[in-house]
């Protein structure tokens, strides 16, 4: 038996369409990822059309230099996972192991100073529902503001932490030597959803720190 | 570059390139939000994340290296979600001011 054929499922009639049928199926989860926050993206624009004037000031409550500073690293943390992903086309384990573990450091960071940045929310008296004590110009609309902040952060950030569990497998996958030049769909796919991640976060970005700013 | 097996492997270089250019968009997304452009900075500020989003999408989700049915798929994400927003907000927008909508 040729070394590529004890990569190749018994179903799929070359390694071609392994990998493309796997690729294709993240791609496919990710499509409906994005109706699922479509769903939270479409609900902030119609709030913020209705009630512009409370979502600026709202939004001039968030630090835009901590913001910033976390993109970055976001940014950064998608760097590392394309290397990750690298590493695994070549069948390099121990790439795939190093630049996962950078990958998850990054992601640990941004997920601490997303929580820095929620207890001071909470020192702030910008909870809504529960600790709302902020004094407003522009009325409850800048509380509605805060739900779709916190809402929107945390799937986020909850998508992060899934990430972050998935990325404990592919180490252990790496530890065992499991990716070779044939056979990698795990950190690839791992990847696709990573960046997806990091693409939800660009959008979130302006979209809740710079509005109305000048 | 390709392997044996037919798969594209971005270099280092390449990859490190593609971060530098995500992280200068994230810088002028910032600075141009300070500017007082009226009415286009909100749209403005959509398509530099658009340009981010698309840039990811091409090289670190290797789309440009994709087949195109992988493409279709993304494509048709994109248009679904373009469909769910557009046609709620005409929905909202088009509607008579009720009486203390928020509360």
Redesign the interface.
């Given at each position: 038996m040729h070394a590529?054929d004890a990569q190749l499922d018994h179903h799929f009639d070359d390694?071609?369409q392994q990998?493309?049928a796997a690729?294709?199926g993240m791609?496919?989860f990710?499509?409906?990822e994005?109706?699922f926050f479509?769903?939270l993206?479409?609900a902030y624009?119609?709030y913020r059309?209705?009630?512009y004037a409370a979502f600026q000031e709202a939004s001039h409550h968030l630090d835009?230099t901590i913001g910033?500073v976390n993109?970055?690293v976001l940014?950064?943390s998608?760097?590392t996972?394309?290397?990750a992903v690298?590493a695994g086309?070549?069948g390099n384990n121990r790439g795939v192991s190093i630049f996962v573990l950078l990958t998850m450091l990054l992601g640990a960071v941004f997920l601490g100073v997303k929580g820095i940045e929620y207890s001071d929310k909470w020192h702030h008296g910008l909870i809504p529902g529960l600790h709302f004590t902020a004094e407003t110009v522009a009325?409850?609309?800048v509380e509605?503001f805060f739900v779709f902040y916190f809402v929107m952060t945390g799937m986020h950030a909850l998508h992060m932490v899934i990430g972050v569990g998935l990325m404990l497998w592919v180490l252990r996958m790496a530890a065992q030597k499991r990716f070779t030049?044939?056979r990698h769909a795990w950190v690839e796919n791992l990847?696709?959803y990573w960046?997806?991640v990091?693409?939800v976060w660009?959008?979130l970005?302006?979209?809740l720190y710079?509005?109305?700013?000048? | 570059m390709q392997t044996d097996s037919g798969v594209h492997v971005s270099s280092y270089g390449f990859s490190f390139l593609i971060f530098a250019v995500l992280l200068v968009l994230t810088g002028v997304t910032v600075g141009v939000a300070y500017v007082d452009l009226g009415w286009i900075n909100t749209p403005l500020a959509l398509l530099i994340a658009g340009v981010k989003a698309g840039v990811v999408l091409a090289y670190f989700m290797h789309l440009k290296w994709s087949t195109n049915l992988t493409v279709l798929v993304a494509i048709i994400g994109l248009l679904w979600f373009i469909i769910l927003v557009a046609f709620t907000v005409a929905d909202y927008m088009s509607r008579v001011p009720v009486q203390g909508w928020l509360g």
């Open positions: 590529a390694i071609h990998r493309e690729g294709l791609w496919l990710l499509a409906q994005v109706m479509g769903g993206f479409g624009t119609i059309l209705l009630d835009v910033a993109t970055a940014i950064g998608s760097l996972m394309a290397l690298r086309q070549l009325g409850r609309g509605l030049p044939e990847g696709l960046h997806f990091d693409i660009i959008f970005f302006p979209l710079l509005i109305g700013r000048h | -």
